[in-house]
């Protein structure tokens, strides 16, 4: 299979007083940049959900403004449809390349919700949208059929796939069928046996260049390669952002290693 692409979901880098640390922002596009394909400010990785309006704002500027003409694509995590919404549209405005959104943070959401939350989006925009399939954080999880609906709305073109239960191979060759980029989410599942059209992993900040590596399948040397670097980092903890903006910090890329604040959160 041919070399797949590699998108980082960036981390948010602050300052002293909760802003967005550009210099700090520049380091870490210019680190990543010989070898991704683009970067999504905003996600889980970037603390998405706890960032205010400000904070949000000031994060996809930053990285739109130092991305040298690689794709931007706008992470958003709000806990309504009515707040993505609000976000897709400003993020239009702004000149990123597409959007990447979960579903609204309820627990027991029901399917048809989820695709209506997705047409809503769809319906408030013209950029691409591209899923993001979760559950930890929106505490609902889409089904295969509702993946697949939601493809068909006509401008949704990939899904970074982070299921609960692994996904089959039959699963995925679906999702491609229905025109979908399937991009990895988990990096336990990086150069192993499944297919895929690249990935969107935290690991892409630290270790770019394996990740990249990592895009094509059955790799097993690379696979554990990536295992070891997963352990050595903590990315299977519920605060792995933390450990990266550690590294990060510890390896002069980032000024600071701070967590957006719980009462930030818009």
């Known amino acids: 299979m041919s070399e797949g692409k590699l998108f980082v979901p960036l981390v948010t ?4 007083a909760q802003g967005i640390c550009v210099a700090s922002v520049r380091r870490l596009l210019h680190s990543c940049a010989p070898f991704v394909d683009g970067y999504i400010p905003c996600l889980t990785s970037g603390e998405g959900w706890r960032l205010s309006d400000a904070q949000w704002q000031a994060m996809l500027g930053a990285t739109l403004d130092l991305a040298g003409g690689k794709t931007v694509i706008a992470g958003i995590e709000a ?23 979960t579903s609204p943070f309820a627990p027991g959401l029901t399917q048809p919700q989820i695709i ?15 899923i993001y ?9 889409k089904t295969l059929p509702t993946l697949l609906a939601i493809a ?3 401008r949704v073109t ?4 982070s299921p609960s239960v692994p996904r089959t191979a039959a699963d995925i060759q679906a999702l491609r069928s229905a025109g979908l980029a399937y991009l990895i989410g988990w990096e336990a599942q990086l150069a192993g046996a499944l297919g895929s059209d690249g990935n969107v992993v935290s690991l892409a900040n630290l270790e770019p260049g394996v990740c990249r590596l990592a895009t094509v399948a059955d790799q097993p ?18 605060d792995w952002y933390a450990w990266v903006k550690r590294e990060l910090k510890a390896r002069g890329v980032l000024a600071s290693d701070y967590l957006v604040k719980e009462d930030e959160r818009p």
């Open 13 to 16: 880098p602050l300052d002293d």
């Open 79 to 101: 806990a309504t449809t009515e707040q993505v919404v609000a976000r897709a549209w400003l993020a239009e405005r702004m000149g990123a390349h597409a959007v990447m959104f």
């Open 116 to 130: 209506k939350h997705y047409r809503a989006v769809h319906a408030a925009t013209s950029l691409p949208l591209m």
């Open 158 to 161: 990939a899904i970074k796939d």
């Open 133 to 141: 399939n979760e559950s930890a954080l929106s505490g609902n999880e």
């Open 152 to 154: 068909a709305l006509g």
């Open 221 to 238: 040397r690379v696979a554990q390669w990536v295992a070891r670097l997963d352990e050595r980092f903590n990315l299977g903890a519920d």
